[in-house]
């Protein structure tokens, strides 16, 4: 591949991520894994460097310090490491399939309430979260759930372990009534 052709699909994959806000296709987007092809969009645009699309070959650290390796596509037998920037993972087959091949498991615990959003199957989905707690066999909610200072708990965060839950079952969290300990779920389609 060459820099020009490998700019090419940098502009492509960057308007897919940006016409795909708020579906499982964007947040598949923005956890990439090692093996995905890759784009670096810190800066999008800016003095473009065609070793910002890539291979992901492992990533190392954590945040706020994470390295990225990349195998640039123009140059696959060279590694670079990047740090302190946002990657993406691009698609490489239709959507669909790309997000059926590697789906967030959704994390034991939670699991419950995963199964029961994908079996209800409705456009929105209201419950208590005594509703949520008894989808969950009894097993209660964190109190940061409940706490009105930390509402964040129920965002549509796919790095925290509830939301993956009704997440991988293809909805988001559209609004938390934390006082009257009531959520509305929202299908998502890809």
């Not at 399939?97 to 309430?113: G, H, K, S």
Request: charged share 25%; net charge negative.
């Amino acid at each position: 591949m060459t820099p020009e052709e490998a700019r090419i699909l940098a502009v492509l994959g960057h308007e897919l991520f940006l016409a795909s806000q708020g579906t499982p296709l964007a947040e598949r987007m923005l956890a990439p894994r090692p093996g995905d092809l890759v784009l670096e969009i810190t800066d999008f645009g800016r003095g473009w460097d065609p070793n910002r699309v890539g291979t992901l070959t492992r990533i190392e650290g954590r945040p706020p310090d994470e390295k990225y390796l990349v195998a640039p596509l123009h140059t696959p037998d060279q590694q670079r490491r990047w740090r302190n920037c946002s990657f993406i993972a691009l698609p490489t087959r239709a959507a669909r399939e790309w997000l059926i091949e590697a789906p967030l498991p959704p994390p034991t615990r939670y699991r419950p309430l995963s199964d029961y959003l994908l079996q209800h199957g409705g456009e929105r989905i209201e419950m208590t979260f005594d509703d949520i707690e008894v989808t969950m066999g009894g097993v209660h909610l964190p109190p940061s759930a409940r706490n009105p200072r930390l509402a964040h708990w129920w965002d549509n965060d796919s790095r925290q372990e509830q939301a993956q839950a009704w997440m991988s079952a293809g909805y988001h969290v559209e609004t938390v009534d934390i006082p009257g300990q009531r959520v509305r779920f929202r299908a998502v389609r890809a």
